[in-house]
């Protein structure tokens, strides 16, 4: 089993930019794909970006491509979400999630483990 904390969200302006960490322990990140996913008040929990065993193959939502960056540092036991540019529309609590095997997926229910989510808010 593996443990995954994130870390990083906060308050924002819009136009500006966080970094969320997802740090894991318990079991090597390695042989896990992994994804980001968020959920705002009311709405389903959907796919952010995500990012395949070794980091090679990232994917990514179209209403973050261009301002989001998935990456992972498997010598860390950690991935990361760059946001740039924020907008208010991106206000949301956000979860890293691992699953097993080398296949990305954007179902949320596809992930085996999950963090406890951070919060981002971005003000207008």
């Known amino acids: 089993q593996v443990l995954l904390v994130e870390s990083g969200g906060g308050l924002v302006q819009a136009g500006g930019s966080l970094r969320l960490s997802c740090a894991a322990s318990g079991r090597t990140l390695s042989i896990y794909t992994m994804g980001w996913f968020r959920q705002a008040p009311g709405k389903e929990r959907e796919s952010v970006a995500g990012?395949?065993?070794?980091?090679?193959?990232?994917y990514y939502a179209d209403s973050v491509k261009g301002r989001f960056t998935i990456s992972r540092d498997n010598a860390k036991n950690t991935v990361y979400l760059q946001m740039n540019t924020l907008k208010p529309e991106d206000t949301a609590f956000y979860y890293c999630?691992?699953?097993?095997?080398?296949?990305?997926?954007?179902?949320?229910?596809?992930?085996?483990?999950w963090g406890q989510g951070t919060q981002v808010t971005v003000s207008s």
């Open positions: 990012i395949n065993r070794n980091g090679a193959r990232t």
């Open positions: 999630a691992a699953k097993w095997g080398d296949n990305y997926s954007g179902s949320w229910y596809s992930y085996d483990y």
